[in-house]
């Protein structure tokens, strides 16, 4: 495996930032997550969704970032007259054109913050738990036991080593570079010898290819809106927003007196869609 001098120059910028108490990255990581999903009366859909993991060797964050330039707006009153006036035009161009298109800037692509500390050795959650919910949890970091296997690839130009590992319902896949020794990945997944930079489960329906690598030292900025967030546990989470995505239309009449459509055929298996952690069907 090759070590660069710009992964040297990595690891020592990573134990001098530790001077300033604003938790910084030092690597920005692009990844594509693609979903195969049901959506109403449309059936199976797909959908790439562009994810941020910003990390350093104590802390990471992973995140959409229109999504929390949406979230940041809310926080304060002059970003709430700015948020009002976008969703103004954003709703006056959709009516004149019915074309979905144009929510695209009120429209959050993922609700989804996930922060991790090697240092409390703990995962913290935030995400939608359905209808106008939000929850969070946290839980132990990497609990996944990963079986490193002979396979090797390049991706954006870095040796990787396959490994798989069976997780919450799911077996997953991933591609890992020792040449960036930093145990971390998207979403959940890490503690490997190295970044992971691809990660697929079995049913190809869950899945995450890193775009782009470089340098950074961000800020890696806390969650917004705090108080709208619910403590709860994962599987009580998870089984309230799919209570919301089996129901959801139904829901949203019932509140809103809008009818957004049917909801998908019954003929449809709906349990061969499900999210990335199946087990809070047990």
């Known amino acids: 495996?090759?070590?660069?001098?710009?992964?040297l120059s990595l690891l020592c910028s990573v134990i001098c930032s530790w001077a300033d108490d604003t938790l910084r990255a030092e690597i920005r990581v692009?990844?594509?997550?693609?979903?195969?999903?049901?959506?109403?009366?449309?059936?199976?859909?797909?959908?790439?969704?562009?994810?941020?993991?910003?990390?350093?060797?104590?802390n990471s964050?992973?995140?959409?970032?229109?999504?929390?330039?949406?979230?940041?707006?809310?926080?304060?009153?002059?970003?709430r007259a700015k948020w009002n006036e976008i969703s103004r035009?954003?709703?006056?161009?959709?009516?004149?054109?019915?074309?979905?298109?144009?929510?695209?800037?009120?429209?959050?692509?993922?609700?989804?913050?996930?922060?991790?500390?090697?240092?409390?050795?703990?995962?913290?959650?935030?995400?939608?738990?359905?209808?106008?919910?939000?929850?969070?949890?946290?839980?132990?970091?990497?609990?996944m036991e990963w079986e490193i296997c002979d396979s090797t690839r390049s991706i954006l130009g870095y040796e990787c080593i396959l490994a798989q590992t069976s997780y919450h319902g799911?077996?997953?896949?991933?591609?890992?570079?020792?040449?960036?020794?930093?145990?971390?990945g998207p979403w959940k997944l890490g503690g490997l010898p190295g970044l992971i930079l691809e990660a697929t489960e079995s049913d190809s329906h869950h899945s995450f290819t890193a775009t782009g690598f470089v340098k950074s030292d961000e800020e890696m900025h806390p969650v917004y809106l705090k108080d709208r967030y619910d403590r709860m546990s994962r599987k009580d989470m998870l089984r309230s927003l799919r209570a919301y995505r089996d129901n959801g239309n139904a829901m949203i009449k019932a509140s809103t007196n809008l009818d957004?459509?049917?909801?998908?055929?019954?003929?449809?298996?709906?349990?061969?869609?499900?999210?990335?952690?199946?087990?809070?069907?047990?």
């Open 61 to 79: 964050k992973f995140y959409n970032s229109h999504s929390e330039y949406l979230d940041s707006l809310k926080s304060t009153p002059s970003g």
């Open 260 to 282: 957004f459509g049917s909801q998908p055929t019954p003929a449809l298996d709906l349990t061969k869609y499900d999210f990335m952690e199946t087990d809070y069907h047990e």
């Open 1 to 7: 495996m090759r070590i660069t001098a710009t992964v």
């Open 30 to 58: 692009t990844y594509n997550y693609h979903k195969i999903f049901v959506r109403g009366e449309d059936g199976v859909v797909e959908s790439d969704t562009p994810m941020t993991l910003l990390a350093n060797t104590h």
């Open 89 to 143: 035009v954003a709703a006056h161009q959709f009516l004149e054109t019915r074309n979905m298109e144009n929510l695209a800037p009120t429209t959050y692509p993922s609700y989804l913050y996930l922060f991790k500390s090697a240092d409390r050795q703990t995962l913290t959650l935030y995400d939608n738990a359905g209808l106008n919910e939000y929850g969070v949890y946290t839980e132990p970091l990497f609990e």
């Open 170 to 184: 799911r077996d997953w896949q991933a591609w890992f570079t020792p040449d960036i020794p930093l145990p971390d």
